[in-house]
């Protein structure tokens, strides 16, 4: 394998892939480690390590080495049992089996795949409270619904033919991906269902996390708060209105992730970074100095454990997708533009989705889709300021709008000058 140079140093490429290895194992290890486990940071990056030179030296060892870390781990369970203060301790045992298999798999080269099960492994250990209050909070209805939706989303995928599928709508021809769609249903039913968990557990502690994080699972719900808010307590005005931008935050946020994630294979909407971008960070740094976010808030959200709501979210894709095909189809750019602006009014998810999926068919250019993401997301934006003009708070109406505005345009502006 050729050496790669670093600095006046030649340093074969197995040797950092091993440096890889044993730092992911150590990256593992740390919760561990400060859960006072029995095996900690040193064990787990050793185990890593194990994995990477196993591999290396090939001859059946891996799976030699599998057996030995499984045995290991069943000792430390063992131990778990005997030990009172201790309880079987099946989590440590599993995660040194990850931890092998991390090893394993940046040695042999695969390098993303290795760091991506270290990150989100570390996550489940981090978030054990989180996710044992979580699922232990769950209704039995809750725990049903998502039982069926994780079903229909692995089921119902496969059988979808695969590819893009032409439909005669009132004469004109368009083409839609099912499979596509169908994921975009389930990604965002997921981010969702993940924030609606952030919600339950910290939405109460900080207006940060109330209006990103519950912005991301309804904006509508965090308005509806937020109006209610204000009603009853005028000194809830600045906090209100960090609240929402915070939900306009998030609301880009996703709407760039879909943008940006479903066009991976092929030409990337890069475009869309720089505008969506702005609008995050626009929206983030006006509340930051707008209210004090330690402020806290409850928020109400409706469970997002719903078969019909992600049927209902699917049917909603496939409408504006076809309708921004017609539109295209029928009355050029313009109509394209005009159907993302108004079904941004009513889902800037949806007129995102239909966006990216003409750009992947080749039907729009990458500007065109970018210009009809950021319409989208104005129009969603407008929505939010709109909502709040109900309010008899007259001062908390004004500043939404105000600095809705502000963002907006501060957007446009940095737009401009980057792409100029």
Same mark, same amino acid.
């Given at each position: 394998?050729?050496?790669? &140079?670093?600095?006046?140093?030649?340093?074969?490429?197995?040797?950092?892939?091993?440096?890889?290895?044993?730092?992911?194992?150590?990256?593992?290890?740390?919760?561990?480690?400060?859960?006072?486990?029995?095996?900690?940071?040193?064990?787990?990056?050793?185990?890593?390590?194990?994995?990477?030179?196993?591999?290396?030296?090939?001859?059946?060892?891996?799976?030699?080495?599998?057996?030995?870390?499984?045995?290991?781990?069943?000792?430390?369970?063992?131990?778990?049992?005997?030990?009172?203060?201790?309880?079987?301790?099946?989590?440590?045992?599993?995660?040194?089996?990850?931890?092998?298999?991390?090893?394993?798999?940046?040695?042999?080269?695969?390098?993303?795949?290795?760091?991506?099960?270290?990150?989100?492994?570390?996550?489940?250990?981090?978030?054990?409270?989180?996710?044992?209050?979580?699922?232990?909070?769950?209704?039995?209805?809750?725990?049903?619904?998502?039982?069926?939706?994780?079903?229909?989303?692995?089921?119902?995928?496969?059988?979808?033919?695969?590819?893009?599928?032409?439909?005669?709508?009132?004469?004109?021809?368009?083409?839609?991906?099912?499979?596509?769609?169908?994921?975009?249903?389930?990604?965002?039913?997921?981010?969702?269902?993940?924030?609606?968990?952030?919600?339950?557990?910290?939405?109460?502690?900080?207006?940060?996390?109330?209006?990103?994080?519950?912005?991301?699972?309804?904006?509508?719900?965090?308005?509806?708060?937020?109006?209610?808010?204000?009603? &009853?307590?005028?000194?809830?005005?600045?906090?209100?209105?960090?609240?929402?931008?915070?939900?306009?935050?998030?609301?880009?946020?996703?709407?760039?992730?879909?943008?940006?994630?479903?066009?991976?294979?092929?030409?990337?909407?890069?475009?869309?970074?720089?505008?969506?971008?702005?609008?995050?960070?626009?929206?983030?740094?006006?509340?930051?100095?707008?209210?004090?976010?330690?402020? *806290?808030?409850?928020?109400?959200?409706?469970?997002?454990?719903?078969?019909?709501?992600?049927?209902?979210?699917?049917?909603?894709?496939?409408?504006?997708?076809?309708?921004?095909?017609?539109?295209?189809?029928?009355?050029?750019?313009?109509?394209?533009?005009?159907?993302?602006?108004?079904?941004?009014?009513?889902?800037?998810?949806?007129?995102?989705?239909?966006?990216?999926?003409?750009?992947?068919?080749?039907?729009?250019?990458?500007?065109?889709?970018?210009?009809?993401?950021?319409?989208?997301?104005?129009?969603?934006?407008?929505?939010?300021?709109?909502?709040?003009?109900?309010?008899?708070?007259?001062?908390?109406?004004? &500043?939404?709008?105000?600095? *809705?505005?502000?963002?907006?345009?501060?957007?446009?502006?940095?737009?401009?000058?980057?792409?100029?």
């Amino acid at each position: 394998m050729d050496p790669v &140079q670093i600095g006046q140093l030649r340093v074969d490429e197995q040797v950092l892939r091993i440096a890889l290895a044993g730092a992911l194992g150590l990256f593992l290890g740390l919760e561990r480690e400060w859960s006072h486990k029995a095996a900690g940071v040193r064990t787990f990056s050793l185990v890593s390590l194990l994995g990477a030179v196993f591999v290396i030296v090939g001859r059946g060892l891996p799976i030699l080495g599998g057996v030995l870390v499984i045995v290991l781990g069943a000792l430390l369970a063992v131990r778990g049992i005997l030990e009172e203060d201790e309880g079987l301790s099946l989590t440590t045992s599993v995660s040194m089996l990850v931890a092998y298999g991390v090893g394993m798999l940046v040695v042999d080269g695969f390098l993303v795949e290795g760091v991506s099960v270290a990150v989100v492994s570390s996550l489940l250990l981090v978030l054990k409270r989180e996710l044992h209050s979580f699922a232990w909070g769950l209704s039995r209805e809750e725990l049903r619904s998502a039982t069926e939706f994780a079903i229909l989303a692995f089921v119902v995928y496969p059988l979808l033919p695969p590819g893009s599928v032409p439909v005669d709508v009132g004469g004109l021809s368009v083409s839609f991906e099912p499979r596509v769609i169908w994921l975009m249903v389930v990604t965002v039913a997921g981010i969702g269902i993940v924030n609606y968990v952030i919600v339950l557990g910290y939405g109460g502690r900080g207006i940060a996390v109330t209006g990103f994080f519950g912005g991301l699972a309804s904006s509508t719900a965090v308005v509806g708060t937020m109006l209610d808010h204000v009603s &009853q307590r005028q000194a809830a005005t600045s906090y209100a209105v960090a609240a929402i931008l915070l939900a306009d935050a998030a609301m880009a946020l996703r709407n760039l992730v879909i943008a940006v994630a479903f066009t991976l294979q092929g030409t990337p909407l890069w475009e869309a970074v720089v505008p969506l971008g702005a609008v995050i960070l626009g929206s983030v740094g006006i509340a930051a100095v707008t209210a004090d976010w330690s402020e *806290s808030v409850d928020l109400e959200l409706e469970s997002p454990f719903s078969m019909r709501n992600a049927l209902g979210f699917g049917v909603l894709f496939l409408v504006v997708v076809l309708a921004g095909a017609v539109a295209k189809g029928l009355f050029g750019t313009t109509g394209f533009y005009l159907t993302a602006l108004l079904s941004g009014l009513v889902s800037s998810a949806g007129a995102t989705t239909s966006a990216v999926l003409l750009y992947r068919g080749g039907t729009i250019s990458a500007s065109t889709a970018v210009l009809a993401v950021l319409l989208a997301t104005a129009a969603s934006i407008v929505v939010k300021a709109g909502l709040t003009a109900a309010s008899p708070n007259r001062r908390f109406a004004r &500043q939404v709008a105000v600095w *809705s505005g502000a963002m907006l345009a501060g957007s446009v502006v940095v737009t401009l000058l980057v792409l100029a």
